[in-house]
Structure formats: C-alpha cells, structure tokens
T-cell receptor, first 115, second 111 residues
Framework: KAGVTQTPRYLIKTRGQQVTLSCSPI?????VSWYQQTPGQGLQFLFE???????NKGNFPGRFSGRQFSNSRSEMNVSTLELGDSALYLC??????????????FGPGTRLTVL | AQRVTQPEKLLSVFKGAPVELKCNYS??????LFWYVQYSRQRLQLLLR??SRESIKGFTADLNKGETSFHLKKPFAQEEDSAMYYC?????????????FGKGTKLTVNP
C-alpha cells in the first residue's frame, strides 16, 4: 500500500497570509490527525478527523482549522500566519476505530516557513 | 503540565551494550502508552505499545504505574537502533482524546 502523502513538502509564506496543507491517507484509513512539530515545543496534536467530522481537538487557536473529504483526504488551513507558525506539519492516518489508540502512520511532513 | 517526560535529549552507547530510554508520565487515569521511532530519513513510526506487551526489534517496555514510568529497554544495542525515540501517551481531556508526545531522545549506537 502507498503510504501517507503530504503536499506540498515545502512552503514559504509571509506573515498575515494563509496556507492550506493537504494529506492523503493510506487507502482504507478513515482517520487523519495533524501535528505540529517545532524544536521548542516538540510534537503537538492539532486535531483529528474521522468520517468527515472533527473528532478530537488539541489546544491551538481558531486560526488552525481543517476538514476531511469523503475520500478521507484531509486539508489543514492556517489563517493570518505568524512567525511562530513556522514548523513541520505532520499528518498521520489510521484505521480510525479507536482514535489515537490506533497505530498512527505518519507522512513525511510539510515544512512551513513564515517570513 | 508536561504529561510525558523524556529526561535525556541525547543518549550514546556502544554496540552490544544495554540501552534504556527513559519515559515518565503524569496521568490520573489508566494510561495507554506507546513508543514511536524515527530512523534517519524515514518517517515516524510505531515501535511498540504497552498493552500488547510484545518485543519489537529486541526492544521491550514495561509500564510501572507506581513509578509512572514506561522505559524502553534493549539488552544489546545495534548500530541500526540509532534513531530518535518518542514516548507517547493517550490523553483524554475536555471531551477529546489526543496523543501527547515527549520531546524525544536521540539514541546513537557507536560501533
């Protein structure tokens, strides 16, 4: 099976702009989770989508949002970008039945740089 | 509050030596704990979970509720074990569940 794919792999934006990241899960996986990874804070959970609904949510501001489509592909949007949003954004897919307890299969990440 | 603590950012051992990567957690409920690993130029992947009590690639991890620890151990380290290791806890909070990761330990196994 093909692994989790994320596009684009690299992005450079300026403060105030918005950005959309995409994640295609492993075929048959119905859950997609998003994580932010920074040197200071490490890996932090953003949210999880399952069957097109946000099932779980982390502690990020409303500027971070997401959605999931009927084919389980997911997008994450960050509006009004701040310098501190520079990070590696990881997407993980899982079968979905047991939320974060399911084995998470991670993508390669999208490296976002905000100037 | 830090839920998962990995006290060592870096750990270096020689091939054939025992290795222990420490993980401490704070959680009032019944914890579900995992070790994830990221080898060089590879993706983050699950190594093992406490509930299955299995040994993967020679690694084991025992949940010690009294000490709130979930240390990862291997009796004889191999060079291919060099990687970044993350301990993770499923945290139920405010109606949501999420995987909370420690900051990670970079293990280097020297020849």
């Amino acid at each position: 099976k093909a692994g989790v794919t994320q596009t684009p792999r690299y992005l450079i934006k300026t403060r105030g702009q918005q950005v959309t990241l995409s994640c295609s899960p492993i075929s048959g996986h119905r859950s997609v989770s998003w994580y932010q990874q920074t040197p200071g804070q490490g890996l932090q959970f953003l949210f999880e989508y399952f069957s097109e609904t946000q099932r779980n949510k982390g502690n990020f501001p409303g500027r971070f949002s997401g959605r999931q489509f009927s084919n389980s592909r997911s997008e994450m949007n960050v509006s009004t970008l701040e310098l501190g949003d520079s990070a590696l954004y990881l997407c993980a897919s899982s079968l979905g039945g047991r939320g974060p307890t399911d084995t998470q299969y991670f993508g390669p990440g999208t490296r976002l740089t905000v100037l | 509050a830090q839920r998962v603590t990995q006290p060592e950012k870096l750990l270096s051992v020689f091939k054939g030596a025992p290795v222990e990567l420490k993980c401490n957690y704070s959680y009032s409920g019944s914890p579900e704990l995992f070790w994830y690993v990221q080898y060089s130029r590879q993706r983050l992947q699950l190594l093992l979970r406490h509930i299955s009590r299995e040994s993967i690639k020679g690694f084991t991890a025992d949940l010690n509720k009294g000490e709130t620890s979930f240390h990862l151990k291997k009796p004889f380290a191999q060079e291919e074990d060099s990687a970044m290791y993350y301990c993770a806890l499923v945290l139920a909070q405010g109606g949501s569940e999420k995987l909370v990761f420690g900051k990670g330990t970079k293990l280097t196994v020297n020849p």
